[in-house]
């Protein structure tokens, strides 16, 4: 919700085109390796009384980075269909759009 949200506000006040405020959000779903590195710095805080923690954790957020990374791909699919960018992708390659 932090990124969809944020990229709305972010657009809104740029002044951009309103596809980019509606979908630009879904867009940015797919970036999950940052918690993957976080995850790390996080278990080798977890020492001492709470080291028991450290699978558990690195368990949970693995397991919903890769959910997020599976359902996000479709998000953002769909985030550039409803703006128009995949079909204008698609059409820009086609031998006839390239030999104009």
């Not at 805080?45 to 690195?58: A, P």
């Not at 953002?76 to 409803?82: D, M």
């Amino acid at each position: 919700m932090g990124k969809i949200g944020g990229a709305a506000i972010g657009a809104h006040l740029s002044h951009a085109p309103v596809t980019v405020r509606k979908y630009l959000g879904l867009t940015l779903m797919p970036h999950s390796g940052v918690s993957l590195v976080l995850t790390d710095i996080a278990i080798s805080s977890l020492t001492g009384t709470f080291s028991q923690y450290g699978d558990i954790v690195r368990g949970t957020i693995a397991a919903a980075a890769v959910i997020n990374e599976v359902i996000a791909v479709f998000l953002a699919r769909k985030g550039f269909q409803l703006a128009g960018e995949l079909n204008a992708a698609q059409s820009s390659s086609t031998p006839s759009a390239q030999s104009a």
